[in-house]
């Protein structure tokens, strides 16, 4: 009886590693600074990523971890620099952190190597963690907030971003779920900015919990200027991300 017992003691406190997601991720982008009525400079991008996405048990919660398995990006005008395909290669297996408080992401990531490429990406690793609130019932909504707030030593950025979520569907395969974001950006320091970005956030949510595909669609108005300068200079752009969930291994 008592190697029985303890046979079983010893498979209940095996620790099974987490569960890994593969995504494979597109995503555009555009920027454009508008000087004045007649002279527009700007540039885009694209890029792939596969990622890997896991969660882990902690003191103060979960955290999920995604890691850049391998990603391909090039740029055009003034981004041509910024996302060259090199910063593509050196950005190979950079992770992220994803803070999961009551089951929801509550700060932005920031990722293990920075780049334009990587903090792109940090953004569309919220949409690998659904609202743990999210309802089961078509028409039920709720609000959740996300608190941005990145900082250089040039100039600091904070960006709260509200998302007001809707049940679109519901049945036994998961339900779909779609957001409007607003986020009220303000940026001071060697150039003070300050604009809008709106956008809608679709997430597909497995009965499990595990996004199954997701997409991003957001635009960005701004206004800016330098600290030591009059000339004040309007910013935009838009993004756009579709995520797939490729398999998951145990």
Known sequence: MLPALLAAALASA???????????????????????????????????????ATRRDTVGGQVGRVVIDSVTCAGTGILSMAYDPSVGRASRGAWYDVLLVKGEPETLPKPSLRNPLTDALAQVTLELFPPARRKSAVGEMWVDTLN??????????????????????????????????????????????????????TIVVTP????????????????????????????RGSTSATITLLGETP
Not at 148 to 166: G, M
Not at 212 to 235: F, H, K, V
Request: no cysteine.
């Open 14 to 52: 095996v620790t099974h590693p987490p569960a890994v997601q593969h995504y494979r991720v597109e995503l555009r982008a555009s920027r454009h600074i508008d000087r004045s009525p007649t002279d527009t400079t700007g540039g885009d991008y694209h890029a792939v990523a596969f990622l890997s």
């Open 148 to 201: 941005i707030a990145t900082a250089s030593d040039r100039w600091s950025e904070t960006s709260p971003a509200i998302t007001k979520w809707k049940v679109i569907s519901a049945g036994g395969d998961g339900v779909v779920i779609e957001g409007d974001l607003t986020v009220v950006v303000s940026v001071t320091g060697q150039v003070t900015a300050t604009g809008m970005i709106i956008g809608k956030r």
């Open 208 to 235: 499990a919990g595990v996004v199954r595909s997701a997409t991003l669609a957001t635009t960005q108005q701004m206004l800016a200027a330098a600290q030591s300068g009059t000339e004040i200079r309007a910013p």
